[in-house]
């Protein structure tokens, strides 16, 4: 078994699409993340988060039902759990967030379970970059590979500590507006190699519909995304790609650039289940029968063969 | 030899990006369709088109040293060449249009050479639906595989005449957007089913810096765009990658979905050429060997080895 260590919110979502929308419903960074990484059978994941007490017992059962470790997701009983609200416009790519109640995440102080402070892997999930480096700062063993995942918001808010987080991970989720972004950079080849003079060794650029690409110094791998019928809803394909690549690199305990490149077409497959219904609805019943039949549309998608010397 | 027709613009442009300006230069679809497939020795590229008086023998002896057949661009003496100036935008995916001034274009009456009249490929580049299908009209034999090109502008100005081209190639190239027009479907997957009913059995949508995708029926190939430091002006990429597209088709003679999947990859590998340096710059000095290198990086940048049943 490897262990896997996710950091990330625990949440309540509210999201409206042009095909409907949700009251409160289960969601957050570290939610999808692990429900992605539950896909990988030898990978114990643990969540550190925080709740309040109005966070349904049944959240919780459901992730454990998954096999995902919830002992280090303190609740809070008088407190509120974090709650996120957003509104998508008519393309899908492009959303109002409604309302952000931070409550219980405002003073939250990440405790890393006895059990995972040797964990083989960490997933550090999109939160105020103080929290991602306590999470560090807590393990007693360097592990194998460490991931961020951050947004444009911590570089508004909170440039001096994002850097800090940076110079201590291996890899980068990052899309691609927040990589123009953090290096002022128009050319995402540009900004790729300025990243990796930050710190990280890998750089994961997600384009959205548009795909990912990952890189490594000179070395670039392109994975498209699934082109989908529908998409239903954007929530958390961020998230579950990051939950898919970290729980892949887990599971085969091998971090080579051509085991990457797997690593993002199972995160790109992952979030493909991830946009087809509202919320965490399509990850609660995907079946691995299911997600072998999509990486096979996948190889199929970019697989041609032109010989040359 | 296979041969190829093409029809399209032989032009003037001139063209403003963030990096620079030019003067009038060569431009059109035509010359950048008949540049693309002169990459293909074992094809014979005839254009038919029309120029005036003030077009430059020096840039028909440039097509002529590409053993490009001129014969059928048409010189009007006392007539202008079609002049088309666009300026980019900072992100170089959108452009204003400065100036169209149609000239010659305006009563243009394509005629087809004698010795193209059996043409195994006919490539219609993009121009008004009824010169396209007088092209075709003036055939003597069926062509083996007919390729169109066309754009949002036809679809608000001659949508009638458009649907009847339409009807009759076997292939459409046609950016998102304008897929989206068409059909009235925002999903692209939806819109090539709804393509296909329209007539052609294979689709190809361009997503510009987000790579191409082919459809036939419920096959999809995806094609990355190649990521670059710099790209300097996209003016042509799209014909560029239509003429290395069906320039493909005709040296290799396989017209199999297999085989137009690296029809698009060799499409793509010469676009992404093609927006290095102002105008027809690059095409102009483009050498095999740098093709060749180009497709082994692309072949890089998507394969991926992940084992299935």
Chains 1, 2 share one sequence.
């Not at 114990?44 to 919780?60: N, Q, R, W």
């Not at 509120?80 to 309302?99: C, M, P, Q, V």
């Not at 000179?218 to 239903?232: H, I, S, T």
């Not at 892949?248 to 995160?267: E, H, P």
Request: one cysteine or more; hydrophobic letters at 40%; proline letters at 4%.
């Amino acid at each position: 078994m490897s262990k896997l260590l996710a950091v990330g919110t625990v949440a309540f979502d509210a999201i409206e699409t042009p095909f409907g929308k949700t009251d409160k419903v289960l969601g957050g960074a570290g939610t999808y993340i692990a429900l992605a990484a539950s896909h990988f059978p030898s990978v114990k994941t643990a969540i550190v988060s925080v709740v309040g007490g109005d966070f349904p017992e049944k959240h919780l059962q459901l992730l454990r039902n998954k096999k995902i470790d919830t002992s280090a997701i303190e609740i809070i009983p008088n407190g509120k759990t974090f709650f996120w609200s957003g509104k998508y416009h008519n393309d899908l790519n492009t959303r109002d967030t409604l309302a952000t109640e931070l409550n219980v995440l405002a003073d939250f102080q990440p405790k890393v379970p006895e059990d995972f402070k040797d964990a083989d892997l960490v997933m550090l999930g999109n939160l105020h970059p103080l929290v991602q480096l306590s999470v560090l700062d807590q393990l007693e063993k360097k592990p194998k590979l460490v991931v961020l995942d951050t947004m444009n918001y911590w570089m508004n808010n909170a440039w001096e500590d994002l850097q800090k987080i940076i110079r201590k991970v291996d890899v980068i989720t990052i899309n691609d507006e927040e990589a123009r972004q953090l290096t002022q950079e128009y050319s995402l080849l540009k900004a790729a190699r300025i990243i990796h003079k930050m710190g990280p060794k890998y750089v994961v650029i997600k384009k959205g519909e548009n795909g990912a690409l990952l890189f490594e110094d000179d070395q670039v791998f392109f994975a498209p995304a699934l082109p989908l019928e529908e998409v239903f809803d954007p929530t958390g394909a961020g998230d579950t790609f990051a939950g898919g690549f970290v729980g892949f690199l887990a599971q085969t305990k091998d971090i080579s650039f051509d085991n990457m490149k797997k690593a993002v077409i199972y995160g790109s497959t992952l979030a493909s289940f991830c946009v087809e219904k509202f919320g965490t609805e399509r990850m609660e019943i995907l079946t691995q029968k299911e997600v072998e039949r999509r990486l096979n549309v996948f190889k199929k998608l970019t697989h041609f063969d032109i010989d040359l010397d």
